[in-house]
Nanobody, 114 residues
Framework: VQLQASGGGLVQPGGSLTLSCAVS????????MGWYRQAPGKERELVAR????????AYSASVKGRFTISRDGANNMLYLEMKRLKVEDTADYYC????????WGQGTLVTVSS
């Protein structure tokens, strides 16, 4: 499985940004798809994930209500819509399948700053 993330950039506090991740390869063994982030000096943390069989989504407390994860199965795309961005959302964002021991895309940097 290969993942290619895009869509990062500079945005002002309160703004919005949508990240995209193109997924290729066999998804037969994929149970979850998600987004993680890692801020400078901090550990990588799970932001949001979606369970492929049920479509159920889950979010970290810090982004719940502001971020939305979605998937376009027909085009093998994963998205993260981010609204009401805060300075503390600044991080490298990584798309992922099957959790920490799964597959990773390269990071895309999101900078929230005025």
């Amino acid at each position: 499985v290969q993942l290619q993330a895009s869509g990062g950039g500079l945005v002002q506090p309160g703004g919005s940004l949508t990240l995209s991740c193109a997924v290729s390869g066999s998804l037969v063994s994929v149970d979850t798809m998600g987004w993680y982030r890692q801020a400078p000096g901090k550990e990588r943390e799970l932001v949001a994930r979606i369970f492929l069989q049920t479509g159920t989504t889950a979010y970290s407390a810090s982004v719940k209500g502001r971020f939305t994860i979605s998937r376009d199965g027909a085009n093998n795309m994963l998205y993260l819509e981010m609204k009401r961005l805060k300075v503390e959302d600044t991080a490298d964002y990584y798309c992922n399948v099957n959790g920490l021991s799964g597959y990773w895309g390269q990071g895309t940097l999101v900078t929230v700053s005025s």
